[in-house]
């Protein structure tokens, strides 16, 4: 069965990317997993507390700190180590939204997608479904992937990419777009000690088929 699987996530090696936003140890807000996870919603909740299970519907938002996920539905899970799994639905025209602060200030990853699913044991945020994420810089956006899947680490900053048809881009293709470091007329002593550059894209063979809950 694993050699099948490994034979078959190396046939979509094409259409699978990862690639990393940052050089060096910088992650999202560090200070984000050890505050409290908030739930609010307009419509109804329901708190299941034999199956440690929440559900709740209309305009959901989630916070955990810098962390903040709106949604239509939403269905949370509590392992019994006492980690989180989320899955978030949008409604026709309003995708679930995602937005977290890294650790540089003024920069934070924002995404949109059809489906979300967040896991707090890993760190781990799964855009599925016209996925889009964009790291910002203030009010600018400094890099940009899209995709039928997008699976962001935020402890490594590290995002996968697949195509397929629920890709917003042509023919189902990954799109991504990556900023200069440094504008083209700075000096070049400023570009000599700016930050390294983007590290160079690598396939990735860890990405997964989105999950369903049960």
Do not use: W
Not at 56 to 79: M, Q
Not at 157 to 179: D, I, Q
Not at 199 to 204: F, G
């Amino acid at each position: 069965m694993a050699c099948n699987f490994r034979a078959s996530m190396l046939q979509r090696l094409p259409f699978l990317i990862a690639i990393a936003l940052a050089a060096g140890p910088v992650l999202a807000e560090k200070a984000d997993r050890l505050k409290p996870m908030v739930f609010t919603a307009e419509k109804q909740g329901r708190l299941d507390g034999v199956n440690q299970r929440t559900e709740l519907f209309g305009n959901v938002i989630i916070t955990k700190g810098s962390l903040v996920l709106h949604a239509e539905k939403v269905d949370v899970r509590e392992t019994r180590d006492g980690y989180h799994q989320a899955y978030a639905s949008g409604s026709s025209g309003q995708p679930v939204s995602f937005r977290q602060a890294r650790d540089v200030p003024g920069e934070a990853i924002e995404g949109v997608a059809d489906q979300l699913e967040y896991d707090t044991r890993t760190e781990t945020v799964r855009f599925i479904g016209n996925a889009t994420v964009r790291r910002t810089r203030g009010t600018t956006v400094a890099d940009e992937v899209t995709g039928a899947v997008i699976v962001y680490d935020s402890r490594t900053e590290v995002f996968a990419l697949e195509g397929g048809n629920a890709s917003p881009n042509p023919n189902g293709r990954v799109r991504m777009v990556l900023m200069p470091r440094t504008q083209p007329d700075a000096p070049a002593s400023a570009a000599a000690s700016a930050p390294p550059a983007t590290l160079p894209l690598q396939p990735s063979t860890t990405i997964t088929p989105p999950r369903k809950p049960s």
